[in-house]
């Protein structure tokens, strides 16, 4: 049982990157999934969630417009967008599997990856 997070690379001001967030040994369509980053010197941050129920997403005001999730339950993955990127986006990014986004974004999580480093630099 795997949740691997991936994609994450240098990218100039304005660029764009998709993160990826792969299970392994279980169905990533019955879990809330929440994209969350730390960026060095700061705490983690919560950037979105989608919901099992209506695949809604939620988003951070701080990256609202910019980020958008997706799903593709053939590949039992989550996708993460990232669009318009600004060197303050700089951060591992993580994702984090659980019953609901309330729930996931509080820190309950039934799965999490590991990071991928995103690098937003001129």
């Known amino acids: 049982v795997q949740l691997q997070a991936s994609g994450g690379g240098l990218v100039q001001p304005g660029g764009s990157l998709r993160l990826s967030c792969a299970a392994s040994?279980?169905?990533?369509?019955?879990?809330?999934i929440g994209w969350f980053r730390q960026a060095p010197g700061k705490e983690r941050e919560g950037v979105s969630c989608i919901s099992s129920s209506d695949h809604k997403a939620y988003y951070a005001i701080s990256v609202r417009g910019r980020f958008t999730m997706s799903r593709d339950n053939a590949k039992n993955t989550v996708y993460l967008q990232l669009n318009s990127l600004k060197p303050e986006d700089t951060a591992v990014y993580y994702c984090g599997a659980g019953g609901d986004c309330i729930g996931v974004m509080g820190g309950d999580h039934d799965y999490w990856g590991q990071g991928t480093l995103v690098t937003v630099s001129s």
């Open positions: 040994g279980f169905t990533l369509d019955y879990y809330a």
